[in-house]
């Protein structure tokens, strides 16, 4: 047997009432009925009792159509509201119907009632189930968001069709983008239908097997790397990301050591063994040879020494900026640098160079001294060494200043300068910018990494001509309680 239809009457003649009730009746139609005829007994029903549908007259003595439909569209703005009228004119019918009227229907066509009564209660019935499955669907995203929210990796969810159903908040901080539900994945990142993770999603979706990727992202100057598996979900998959970006570039910067260190060892070892044979070689023939001059060959045997003492100094440099450990202290850089060009200026073998360290405000930064010292000489040394100009003299300025939160110091000279092709390649180990060069290609090298190791960076000035212009740039780094740093 059917459920039972509960139905309102707004009606004030009791004939018509059982007119209508009867042909409802004969219809077959299961009816459980209340008759009201007042603003508040409206109210009152509405509020006590869940009807399936409202049946008004046109006019009561106390209310007409559009005043009913008022107060039970205030009271619930979904159920069915049928007007049924001796007499209407189709002007005011359709007034009506726009004002939320589901239907009307003439005393002198009651036939029609019924249908139409059975249609509205269907209807009102499937609104009803599709707002409760809709509140359970928002309860369910509500969970699967609070759920997908905790997780503290990148989290989106695809359905068969490859449109974004969610995206969670580390997925839109990572990839800077929000994004709306029903998005076109790959419209919005276009580089990843051909890259690893768009052939994972498809595998994903094609086998229902999960599939694991690895994702390079570039967003604005800053690249990021991730570990990915895409799992099958529904009809579509959800894609799970972690950020690996600081193993990655600790894997790659392991990768580098090994490769320098591998090319330290043989190159360090090839110009060892320079030297040593050749040493060995004077000795032998000093011996076998008593007649022979032997200050000649001892000055020969202390230049091959000078240089094996070279090339012990640069593993020295190298050992301390790998693998000492730091040394941080508070730099004057007006003392330290005025200490270092003193030095240098005050060697017989300088006196045709004239060092102008100018001044500028006290700075005073945390670093490692004897770094800082081998930094400075390198780059004076190197320009004494190729800075000479035209009337074979030596002119070296020396500025530093401070920059926001760092102190940028420049070292220039008048000499040959740099070529601009080869400005990639002269901070590289062992390179020498040209075949004449006598030193051990290795100068620069340790500049820029003593540099890194205090945090700061070298480069060239391209805009000067003169010569060469080398600017390092510091932080300026507070101390640290407890560490002294």
Not at 39 to 60: G, P
Not at 184 to 201: M, R, S
Not at 214 to 242: A, I, M
Request: one cysteine or more; aromatic letters at 8%.
């Amino acid at each position: 047997m059917a459920e039972p239809l509960k139905i309102l009457f707004i009606e004030d003649a009791v004939d018509d009432f059982d007119l209508v009730l009867l042909e409802l009746k004969r219809a077959s139609l299961n009816v459980v009925p209340t008759r009201v005829e007042t603003e508040d007994k409206i109210k009152s029903e509405l509020s006590a009792s869940n009807y399936n549908l409202v049946i008004s007259d046109n006019q009561l003595p106390t209310l007409n159509a559009k005043k009913s439909l008022e107060i039970v569209r205030n009271m619930n703005s979904d159920i069915p509201f049928v007007l049924v009228s001796g007499s209407i004119g189709e002007e005011y019918a359709v007034e009506l119907m726009k004002l939320g009227v589901s239907d009307y229907i003439l005393k002198s066509n009651l036939s029609r009632l019924a249908p139409v009564v059975l249609r509205e209660c269907q209807e009102y019935s499937a609104r009803i189930r599709e707002k409760s499955n809709s509140r359970k669907l928002i309860l369910s995203e509500l969970r699967f968001q609070n759920l997908t929210e905790s997780i503290a990796d990148v989290f989106f969810a695809l359905d068969a069709h490859l449109n974004v159903i969610f995206w969670n908040s580390v997925a839109e901080k990572e990839f800077d983008k929000k994004v709306l539900p029903g998005s076109k994945l790959f419209a919005l990142f276009p580089k990843w239908t051909n890259d690893q993770i768009g052939h994972a999603i498809s595998s994903t979706m094609e086998n229902f097997e999960p599939s694991t990727f690895k994702l390079q992202h570039k967003n604005g100057e800053t690249t990021q790397y991730f570990e990915g598996t895409v799992s099958k979900s529904g009809q579509g998959v959800s894609v799970l990301l972690r950020k690996v970006t600081e193993t990655y570039l600790n894997r790659q910067r392991l990768e580098l050591l090994n490769t320098e260190l591998e090319t330290l060892l043989y190159r360090i070892g090839h110009d060892l063994k320079g030297p040593i044979s050749s040493v060995l070689g004077l000795l032998n023939i000093m011996k076998i040879s008593e007649k022979i001059e032997k200050t000649e060959f001892i000055e020969m045997m202390e230049t091959r020494m000078n240089n094996l003492e070279s090339i012990l100094k640069v593993l020295k440099d190298v050992a301390q900026i790998k693998y000492s450990s730091p040394n941080a202290q508070l730099l004057n850089l007006k003392d330290c640098l005025s200490a270092i060009c003193d030095a240098i200026v005050s060697e017989e073998m300088y006196d045709n160079v004239n060092i102008k360290l100018n001044e500028g405000e006290e700075i005073n930064c945390w670093g490692e001294l004897a770094l800082f010292k081998s930094i400075i000489q390198n780059l004076v040394e190197n320009a004494i060494k190729y800075g000479e100009n035209k009337h074979g003299k030596v002119e070296i300025d020396i500025d530093y200043k401070k920059v926001d939160d760092k102190v940028v110091i420049s070292i220039s000279d008048h000499g040959r300068g740099i070529p601009e092709d080869i400005h990639s390649k002269i901070f590289q180990m062992f390179y020498r910018g040209n075949e004449k060069s006598q030193g051990s290609g290795m100068g620069l090298y340790i500049v820029r990494h003593a540099l890194g190791r205090m945090g700061g960076t070298i480069l060239i000035d391209k805009e000067y001509k003169q010569g060469a212009c080398f600017k390092i740039i510091m932080p300026i780094l507070k101390k640290k309680e407890g560490n002294g740093q």
